[in-house]
């Protein structure tokens, strides 16, 4: 895996993303988020992740080694966080009780983690390294919201999906340029877990779930448009 890493960075990285989809779909689609099997899953993904992470040192690289001190900086991680509360903005209702819902919770966390990692470290990262900023975000907010077609497989709604679709893409942006302009991960993997985590609690309301898509259409392009015209910080306090 390391040979894969030094020679083929961007090929480690797409391995790893087709090995996630290929895997957890299925899980998802017979098993559900509640499933002790889609736990042990993503514990496996993202056990594999820090293993590799850790023993080759790379979690300065991928943005790990802390959350910034001076907050004063990074006001602008406030509007992903508002954001990322969508799926409460319609009231609670749980989506699983008991056993199932914890289980779900603690692998909603995992996912934020997981899917970070593969699309904003590993990916992002590795064409970063290729001196194509502008491909690289492209790509990796792109390839995240279309890793989201596997649904289909899942036995979800092919309207669902597609528009499952394009809301990820809008995260994806949101996600990779806070990821390269703060040069830390650790906000987006919250604001990721945050995401999918709320929407075990939150009500289904259509109308409110179209808005909340909206919303975070417009957000992506203002917000990834302000971003683009900051200046890179370098995080020297983490």
């Keep these: 895996m390391r040979k894969l890493y030094e020679k083929k960075e961007v090929l480690f990285a797409v391995l790893w993303i087709v090995a996630y989809c290929v895997v957890m779909a299925p899980i998802k689609g017979q098993f559900g988020y509640g499933s002790i099997w889609w736990l042990l899953a993503m514990i496996v993904f993202a056990a594999g992740i820090t293993a590799f992470v850790r023993s080759n040192h790379l979690e300065e690289k991928y943005g790990l080694t802390g959350f910034p001190k001076d907050m004063k900086k990074y006001l602008f991680f ?10 409460l903005w319609d009231g609670f209702s749980l989506s699983y009780k008991g056993a199932e819902l914890i289980i779900a919770t603690i692998s909603m966390i995992l996912v934020g983690f997981v899917e970070e990692m593969i699309f904003r470290g590993f990916l992002f990262k590795a064409m970063l390294g290729n001196g194509k900023t502008v491909p690289a975000i492209i790509v990796s907010a792109v390839t995240f919201g279309i890793g989201h077609i596997v649904n289909l497989f899942a036995g979800q709604a092919s309207f669902e999906t597609v528009m499952q679709i394009i809301f990820a893409i809008s995260w994806g942006f949101i996600l990779t340029m806070v990821f390269y302009k703060s040069g830390s991960l650790i906000p987006c993997i919250i604001a990721h877990a945050m995401i999918d985590v709320f929407s075990l609690y939150g009500a289904d309301n259509e109308l409110a779930d179209w ?4 919303a975070t259409i417009v957000v992506a392009i203002i917000y990834c448009t302000w971003l683009g015209k900051m200046r890179n910080e370098k995080l020297e306090d983490i």
């Design 211 to 214: 808005i909340y898509i909206g």
């Design 78 to 87: 406030i509007p992903m966080f508002v954001l990322a509360t969508g799926n």
